[in-house]
């Protein structure tokens, strides 16, 4: 089972909890370990302070605090399992001539010119691709497993719902279905009828969580005895980090959150694709539609009213995919108040969340660089409601090339609530009243803790449209 602690890493505020999904708790009665790969044993954590993952902190510092690279430090400490298991250093084979080249250019001279397989006619190299290497300890295997399967999700249902069609046999059965898919409106109807704890709580939902790793940190209790609008920030490429914090219980919201039932928004389209409407389902994910936010937010509850129930709106949308770049914090906040007015109407608290390292997970084509590619993701964003980020990160078996995200740091902080008093139309003065009090406590979570999950920040959080 997971555990709790507070003030997870030096210099955290002390005030804040956190919670801390680790897999190995399971296997161990409980008991609070890491896994130290580079030993290949278990060792426990004497305090919260130790807290290390793979033999870097949370920022990829490693333990004496110098900076690393992510992906370097990713693939030192993968060559680290090969040398202890074959006792030979690929890596250094591999950038031998990088480094005698290096030597020549200190000292003054040309390095000794000599053929290489990277070379071209022209003088240039062709950029080298990291492979990953083949021994790797198994668990790390099954957690890239998971995360590869939850990307390829779209793909591998409606593929499936497709072949199906090919096979006579299943038309009776498939076209009653396809009715039933555009009739339906269990994705607004509010009753939540489709969600199954079961499969939010299985243990492979751990393995995607510890593949970044992802951690959930909560600022203060929330009472369920009122309802909620989860704000959550920034868009990034996926929004991994909602889906990990929000749809599964890898991160322990209902241990951080009792009595809370969150339901994670996504657009209405998503839920007329055959299969992956029933997979959105099962998880407990909605429409983000205004039909569908005010039934969740009225039904439910102990008094029926939607007295602890939760929605977790990803504000930012499409627009701010196009901003998410390493190391930045560009925010589609300023002209976005529909989420507030919603919470007005139905006197719904707004929960601001922050997720420090959700832009860090892929890399996209840079929009003034290629203005004409621009132009038409924000054509295709005005025509069809959302847009197509250009982006790469790395692949199953290399580090380099490929849509899997990178193996970087996720932590989730959940503010403090802005408290909102109902009104069935919201007046404009106090709809940018409480605009401003969320955009405050949204610069409060960030000047608390960019200190410590932010440290390799190129720039600071901003609002610029």
Request: aromatic residues 10%; proline residues 6%.
């Amino acid at each position: 089972m997971a555990t709790t602690s507070d003030g997870l890493w030096p210099g955290s505020p002390p005030s804040h909890h956190s919670f801390e999904s680790d897999f190995s708790d399971a296997a161990h009665g409980g008991h609070h370990h890491a896994h130290d790969w580079t030993q290949n044993r278990m060792t426990p954590m004497a305090t919260p302070e130790a807290v290390r993952v793979n033999g870097l902190d949370v920022n990829g510092h490693d333990v004496n605090g110098l900076e690393k690279d992510t992906d370097t430090a990713e693939m030192e400490e993968e060559e680290a399992f090969v040398r202890e298991a074959s006792g030979t250093d690929r890596r250094e084979l591999y950038l031998k001539r990088d480094r005698q080249e290096h030597r020549f250019r200190r000292r003054g001279a040309s390095a000794p010119k000599q053929h290489h397989r990277d070379d071209l006619a022209t003088g240039r190299r062709i950029p080298r691709i990291h492979w990953a290497p083949l021994r790797l300890p198994f668990q790390r295997r099954l957690q890239t497993l998971v995360v590869l399967l939850h990307t390829l999700s779209v793909a591998l249902l409606v593929s499936s719902f497709f072949f199906l069609c090919a096979i006579p046999i299943t038309w009776p059965l498939l076209l009653p279905y396809l009715v039933y898919v555009l009739l339906s409106r269990a994705h607004v109807s509010g009753k939540l009828t489709y969600r199954s704890h079961f499969l939010r709580s299985l243990p492979h939902w751990s393995l995607f969580a510890a593949y970044y790793p992802a951690r959930l940190h909560r600022s203060e209790p929330l009472p369920p005895t009122r309802k909620y609008i989860f704000g959550y920030h920034p868009h990034g490429i996926i929004s991994h980090g909602a889906f990990a914090a929000f749809v599964t219980e890898a991160l322990g919201f209902s241990r951080l959150f009792p009595g809370i039932t969150n339901t994670l928004l996504t657009l209405d389209s998503n839920f007329r694709l055959p299969l992956y409407r029933e997979y959105l389902l099962a998880l407990g994910i909605a429409s983000v539609s205004r039909e569908s936010c005010e039934n969740i937010l009225s039904r439910g509850g102990p008094n029926g009213e939607g007295m602890g129930r939760a929605i977790t709106i990803v504000v930012g949308g499409a627009a701010e995919a196009l901003n998410a770049r390493p190391r930045t914090l560009r925010l589609v906040l300023k002209r976005r108040k529909g989420f507030v007015k919603l919470a007005i109407r139905t006197g719904a608290d707004l929960v601001p969340v922050l997720c420090f390292g959700e832009n860090d997970l892929y890399d996209q084509l840079c929009s003034t660089s290629h203005p004409l590619i621009h132009k038409a993701q924000m054509l295709l964003k005005r025509s069809l409601g959302f847009t197509l980020p250009l982006f790469h990160a790395r692949g199953v078996f290399n580090y380099d090339v490929g849509l899997m995200p990178y193996r970087r740091p996720l932590n989730i902080v959940v503010g403090r609530p802005v408290k909102v008093a109902r009104q069935a139309r919201p007046e404009d003065g106090y709809v940018d009243q409480i605009h401003a009090e969320y955009v405050q406590e949204l610069q409060r979570m960030w000047d608390e803790w960019k200190d410590v999950l932010a440290q390799d920040r190129i720039e600071e959080m901003s609002i610029p449209e």
